[in-house]
């Protein structure tokens, strides 16, 4: 079983910083990770897969990096409608699991 | 556009069951894989069950394996999840989510909220 785990828990960013999200797994995925966005009330959206590729229509400011089992998110010039959680996520092969990590609240500072 | 639309979802009481549905459009439905995420009410994402697109694949997770059951028909563009023997703790919104690469989920219903209470 893969355990996921992120930090910080919760982010306190004023707008126009960066803010660095952290992603770690128990084992090494290579770049099988992504990132999600939910906002209060909405379903999770699809930011960074395979590690570092941006989803259709993320802006450039959303960037992921790592392998193996370190994974970062940076958000660059954060806007108001970037505070929101941010999930990670990661697959495993055998036995077929998806699992989450605990999230990251990113809220104003 | 992409559009996947659960419904089935309301209050039943503990050992119920409920069968939730997601109606799936603006996209081939026949040639993706389908996933079921809940979320407890203020709580983080859990990954419950994976089906290909011709079913011939199901996956689930630890917490539902035995109890819910995943299917679909692509006659009707349609994903299911049969909820069996259900507890307080599947109190959660569940979603339905569109596979991406067997690996991610890139596009997301709005969610069914399924209350289990007495």
């Known amino acids: 079983e893969i355990l996921v785990t992120q930090s910080p828990a919760t982010l306190s960013v004023s707008p126009g910083e960066t803010a660095t999200l952290s992603c770690r797994a128990s084992?090494?995925?290579?770049?099988?990770l992504a990132w999600y966005q939910q906002k209060p009330g909405q379903a999770p959206r699809l930011l960074m897969y395979?590690?570092?590729t941006r989803a259709t229509g993320i802006p450039v400011r959303f960037s992921g990096s790592g392998s193996g089992t370190e994974f970062t998110l940076t958000i660059s010039s954060l806007q108001s409608e970037d505070f929101a959680v941010y999930y990670c996520?990661?697959?495993?092969?055998?036995?077929?699991?998806?699992?989450f990590g605990p999230g990251t609240k990113v809220h104003i500072k | 556009q992409v559009q996947l639309l659960e419904s089935g979802g309301g209050v039943v009481q503990p050992g119920g069951s409920l069968r939730l549905s997601c109606a799936a459009s603006?996209?081939?439905?026949?040639?993706?894989?389908m996933h079921w995420v809940r979320q407890a009410p203020g709580k983080g994402l859990e990954w419950l069950a994976f089906?290909?697109?011709?079913?011939?694949?199901?996956y689930y997770g630890d917490s539902v394996k035995g109890r819910f059951t995943i299917s679909r028909d692509n006659s009707q563009n349609t994903l299911y999840l049969q909820m069996n023997g259900l507890r307080a703790e599947d109190t959660a919104t569940y979603y339905c989510?569109?596979?991406?690469?067997?690996?991610?989920?890139?596009?997301w219903g709005r969610g069914t909220l399924v209350t289990v209470s007495s």
């Open positions: 989510a569109k596979d991406f690469w067997g690996l991610f989920f890139d596009y």
């Open positions: 603006g996209f081939t439905f026949t040639t993706h894989s």
């Open positions: 089906i290909r697109s011709d079913g011939s694949d199901i």
């Open positions: 084992q090494s995925l290579g770049s099988n």
């Open positions: 395979h590690s570092s």
């Open positions: 996520q990661v697959y495993n092969n055998w036995p077929p699991q998806f699992t």
